[in-house]
């Protein structure tokens, strides 16, 4: 049997930059999982025994050879945004802090490489110095780490254009250090990538990114506003489809979200209109203005032409989980779920869900490329009552509605729903990290390897 010695770790760790303040390593094992009422219930207690924060990937390698030795579980840590309890050391142990790997290794044409504790929002900055801008970002670009979005991200900004992580065209390169004996360094591109990205860090420390750019824009922020809601979400598809206008981003809300929880942009539009909140080309603002032309929907508010407001929040920082922060921030009793609309149907089923339930669950869709269908995705606001009724909603929009739910208020990869158990991750797991010290507890494949999802879940990757 194998014992995990922290303390014989930590002495053999003494000379890195090493914290082990009881506070410090509370405060470093902790993400957005409060999001979840569930989850914040469930993993309240969670932390590690002390965190290390590499300054080179050979001391990457060193501590996880160190940790290898100790039997010390590693959970690795960007920026800790993650809202599932990703980055959440269930089994304790080391917390990998990626703070000091934040360079920008290479800047071409086409494409960045970066140390994967980068933050998201610099590499935009280094990209747009050279006249180009990255394709896909979270709406926490400006604190999220490059490596903790696509270890534990999904989607983003710029998924309108570019569809999600999963899309290949997202990224080129990711370099892995895994966690063994003698710890090796592996270059993952093309197919083999999805076996690290979205993988929570359970199959070893992605160190290096390599993601592809592409010639800047110039963006502009837009709200659009309709008395309802399925006629505006019907043009946020058409704008969607349509290639004479340039989007990086479509959110759509429903009147109430805008009013109630977007408290700097709510004076530009009437207090009954659902909102439409994009990115649009400041090139293809007059094709956006003709589209628009006779549908009821108005611009009520653009950035260009609001100089005074300049520093309100950027558009992206009212959509995607951002909508669920603003609402959290007014009203503790709010949460979320996340599920697909399914573009042939969405218009009857946002009037079911609805009709079933009312202001219990405001509308909240992102509109993305699904293998280039333009695509809706609802990251609805649910009014919190008891862990009882959530679940009890999940089950009515899965079994009565018959719409794909992606559970947020799960803390493992497989319930979650993104996926299956994913036997090739599961394959690669068992060479980078033979003793499963990496990220326990997340991947339910590894430790229950007869577990069967429920019959009748939909998930969002099927291979
Ligand atoms: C307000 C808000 C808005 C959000 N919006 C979005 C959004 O638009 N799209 C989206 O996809 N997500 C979103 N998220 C979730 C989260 O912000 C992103 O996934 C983010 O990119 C995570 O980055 P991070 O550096 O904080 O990672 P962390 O939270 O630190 O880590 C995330 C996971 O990745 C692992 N990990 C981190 N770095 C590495 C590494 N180098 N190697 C291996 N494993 C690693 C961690 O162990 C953990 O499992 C949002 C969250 C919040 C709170």
Redesign the pocket.
Known sequence: MTTTDIAGCKVALARFDLEDSPATVRQKSR??FW?SPILKRQLADVTGDFVVSPRTEAEVSHILATCWQHNVPV??????????G??MPLAGGCILH?RH?TAVTDLSHGHITAQ??AI?ADLEKAARATGQEIRL????VQ???????????????GAIRWG??RNPANIRRLR?TTMEETPRQIDLTGADIPK?SH????N????E?EIPLDPATDWVDVLIGAERLEPLTELAMAIGDSPAIDKRMLSVFEAAICQTYFLRHRDFVPATEAVLAAMISADTLPALEAMIAGTGASIRFRADQNPSTRRLPHA?EL????T??RALRVDPAMTYLQMMFPRATCLDDLDRVKARFGDEVLIHL?LTRFDGVVTPVGIPLIRFTSEERLEEIVTILEGTLGLPVFNPHRVTLEEGGMKRPDLTQLAFKRETDPKGL??PG?MIAWTDPGWTPTPGKTFLFNE
């Open positions: 993400d957005f999001y959970t690795v840590r960007g920026s800790g945004t993650g809202n599932y990703q980055a990626l790997l994967s504790g998201i970002f979270p709406s926490t604190t999220a780490t490059i490596g903790g979005f696509i270890a534990g991200g999904s989607s983003g900004v999600g992580l892995l690290a993988a929570y860090g359970v070893g420390v992605i160190t990114v992206y959509g995607w989980n951002h669920t922060l992102e990496m990220n997340k």
